[in-house]
């Protein structure tokens, strides 16, 4: 590896690590997903910083060429991310199903209620998705 790459490198993985700051800061992406990012440019700027940590790595798990050793550790950080990403999906999908099971039940109890209201409907309140509410003597602002 060159000292031009080397400083390319270092450069895109010192942008990186800003960028991913600046996503925390403007609260696009929470910190705890964020942490393992920061490592990774950490790692990266280190070992682009100073290449025979790299090679003395990769020679003491057993892998011939720098390059392949980069190649795993890449594989192996990518797997770590998708299984992540699967539990935190799947955590997202059951608060999902509970919300969508919690909100037909209120569904449900507002048209009870309403069947079982005044014959008139007087006094029965319900909002419509513009967040106004609606009786029978006519509109109100909720605002």
Do not use: C
Not at 126 to 143: A, S, T
């Amino acid at each position: 590896m060159t000292t031009e790459i080397q400083v390319i490198i270092i450069v895109l993985a010192g942008l990186g690590i800003l960028y991913i700051g600046n996503l925390v800061r403007v609260r696009r992406l929470e910190l705890k997903y964020a942490l393992i990012w920061f490592l990774v440019g950490v790692l990266v700027i280190i070992f682009a910083a100073n290449k025979h940590w790299l090679q003395a790595l990769s020679s003491f798990l057993g892998i011939e060429l720098p390059i392949n050793m980069l190649f795993f550790a890449g594989f192996i950080f990518v797997l770590m991310i998708i299984f992540t990403q699967t539990i935190v999906i799947s955590n997202l999908t059951r608060r999902v199903k509970r919300l969508t099971q919690e909100v037909g039940i209120l569904n449900k109890r507002i048209d009870d209620i309403i069947a079982a209201g005044t014959p008139s409907g007087e006094g029965v309140m319900l909002e419509d998705d513009n967040n106004r509410v609606k009786d029978e003597m006519g509109e109100k602002d909720n605002g």
